[in-house]
């Protein structure tokens, strides 16, 4: 990990974590282990990365930037009946998950049948701060907007590759009390 004040304006940061079984330690949790077709647990490869950049034009304004992205490594073995298992095996049933079913009462929905593991997760987000008033005596007012767009990606199986997609716009309006 590392943050620094590149000058007076600019705060940059970057966070690099790899290797076998890190993937709950990344803000999406992924997968860390798989079970080995001996029953003992097999550690999944795994990478993460935030590269983030913060800017402070005024003393009222700051304008900041982050991207993110965790990865984890398909790992497959062949169990003793010469099938593939492990994380991610390419028989994987992906062909009802690109349907959105309605919850079924009583039994199982036709998304039930969506076995798709994760291979990226990947957000980037920008925004501003405003600050409208600071005091030492009264406190502070601020607001804040930030667009988000997160997309999810999944290892091939029967019926493709699933993705997902999501933006996100966000504000806020803080109160500080001093």
């Known amino acids: 990990n590392v943050r620094v004040k590149a000058t007076k304006f600019a705060d940059i940061g970057f966070h690099f974590l790899g290797g076998d079984g890190v993937g709950r330690y990344g803000t999406s949790t992924l997968s860390d282990v798989t079970v080995h077709p001996d029953g003992t647990l097999e550690p999944l490869r795994a990478y993460q990365g935030l590269g983030s950049l ?16 965790e990865y984890v490594q398909r790992t497959l073995y062949l169990n003793a009946k010469g099938q593939q298992a492990g994380y991610a095996p390419l028989s994987q049933n992906n062909t009802s998950c690109f ?3 309605l919850p079924a009462s009583g039994g199982t929905s036709p998304a039930a049948s ?24 009264y406190g502070r007012l601020q607001y804040q907007v930030q667009y ?31």
């Open 54 to 69: 913060e800017l402070h034009p005024t003393s009222k304004l700051d304008l900041f930037a982050y991207y993110g992205t």
């Open 99 to 101: 349907i959105e079913a």
């Open 114 to 137: 969506c076995s798709a593991l994760t291979k990226t997760i990947a957000e980037g987000t920008f925004g501003f701060t405003y600050r409208v008033y600071s005091s030492p005596q």
């Open 148 to 178: 988000s767009n997160l997309d999810k990606h999944t290892w091939t199986g029967i019926g493709g590759a699933p993705k997902a997609t999501n933006n996100m716009v966000f504000t806020s309006m803080r109160y500080y009390i001093p």
